[in-house]
């Protein structure tokens, strides 16, 4: 046994080598395959991915003020609260704006009367012409009966002259009458009642009155989430005064600060990947560029850097990309302004412009929660006409 034991025990290191060597072979060749794979998936993806931390969430951000000055008596949205299109965020004291509103109706009722009188006045005037040119008629025809008298000395000079000063007299009245009337009808002209100038611009004073009484009621443009509301029960406020802000929780972006460096081969219309830190990666959004902005942050900036002054450092640039997200995802997880995310860009496809080169033929947004019909102010003001036109 002794004899078996030493022939056997010199091929076990000579068994172990060959082993080893089985092993790094296998071991070398499974790195090759993994340097190979590694380099072909970045030469068909990672090649074209571009990526950055440096990312935010963007969005609308409302700013709500009134359109008439007043004092504050109800405020009834806090932060947080969700409000619908056209609610009232705060109401103002009308009671200035309703004063305004009736003495504007006063106005325009005794513009009706006054416009209507000279209206009248017109006919009067033509009356009164036709009198007149009686009265010269019937003192011409007495002249005229009178100067073959005083030509044979049947009547004095005395009568004769009188004759003839009461045909001038009746002249100059008629006159007189006729430029009163033409006064009058450059007044009036043939224009009806309620197209009077004087009438209309009353009118125009009633519905303004009644457009401040109804902005005292501030609305809100959008559907969205009352945040940093600054007015309070009380307050005196103006137009230029911030009350709140309402932030819509759909249409919101990325905006995706890239590197100057990672834009050469961005365009437009490519294909974005974007994982929030609020929901990580559980949640991606998908998404595309729709435009890359024209100047850095830093040359937008308060006091934009001076690198002509010699004590220069070069910084790598950011620019900012817009992202557009998909309004369903953001409905099923939806985002909050601020918020940091991490976006990739797909810039494989690289058939879209740089820069935009068409111009939209749509408004970007728009609200008509703050337009007002004037159809209830102006069956107002017809009813106001007729009840003061006689």
């Known amino acids: 046994m002794s004899a078996n034991a030493e022939n056997i025990t010199p091929q076990q290191p000579a068994n172990k080598k060959g082993k080893r060597k089985r092993a790094l072979l296998v071991l070398t060749l499974l790195f090759i395959i993994i340097a190979v794979a590694y380099g072909i998936y970045w030469f068909l993806v990672l090649r074209h991915a571009e990526e950055t931390d440096d990312a935010y969430v963007a969005g609308n951000q409302v700013q709500i003020m009134a359109q008439v000055s007043g004092s504050v008596t109800k405020v009834w949205a806090d932060n947080t609260d969700f409000v619908q299109k056209g609610d009232v965020l705060v109401t103002l004291d009308p009671t200035d704006a309703q004063q305004a509103f009736e003495k504007a109706q006063t106005e325009l009722a005794s513009s009706v009367r006054q416009t209507r009188q000279q209206m009248i006045n017109s006919k009067q005037l033509q009356a009164s012409i036709d009198v007149q040119k009686t ?189 557009e997200l998909d309004e369903k995802q953001l409905a099923d997880h939806p985002l909050r302004i601020g918020l940091s995310t991490l976006v990739t860009v797909d810039t494989a496809n690289r058939d879209g412009q740089m820069l935009a080169n068409q111009v939209r033929t749509n408004p970007a947004y728009e609200s008509n929660a703050r337009e007002i019909s004037l159809e209830p102010v102006n069956k107002l003001i017809v009813d106001i006409v007729k009840a003061n036109a006689g």
């Open 135 to 323: 009265a010269l008629a019937q003192a011409q025809s007495d002249f005229n009966r009178r100067v073959p008298l005083g030509s044979a000395n049947l009547i004095g000079r005395e009568e004769l002259q009188h004759a003839r000063d009461a045909v001038a007299s009746a002249q100059a009245q008629l006159d007189v009458a006729i430029q009163q009337f033409n006064a009058n009808q450059a007044m009036v002209l043939n224009t009806t009642l309620d197209q009077q100038p004087a009438v209309k611009q009353a009118a125009t004073e009633v519905r303004n009155a009644w457009l401040a009484l109804e902005r005292t009621k501030i609305v809100s443009p959008m559907t969205g989430y009352v945040s940093r509301r600054a007015v309070q029960p009380g307050s005196q406020i103006s137009t230029s005064t911030p009350l709140m802000a309402v932030v819509p929780a759909t249409n919101l972006w990325i905006d995706a600060n890239f590197k100057e460096t990672q834009l050469a081969h961005m365009r437009i219309g490519q294909s974005a990947t974007v994982v929030s830190d609020i929901y990580g990666d559980d949640v991606k959004y998908t998404g595309k560029v729709v435009g890359l902005d024209m100047g850095t942050g830093s040359a937008f900036s308060l006091l934009p850097a001076q690198n002509a002054t010699g004590n220069w450092i070069k910084v790598v640039q950011r620019l900012p990309v817009r992202i």
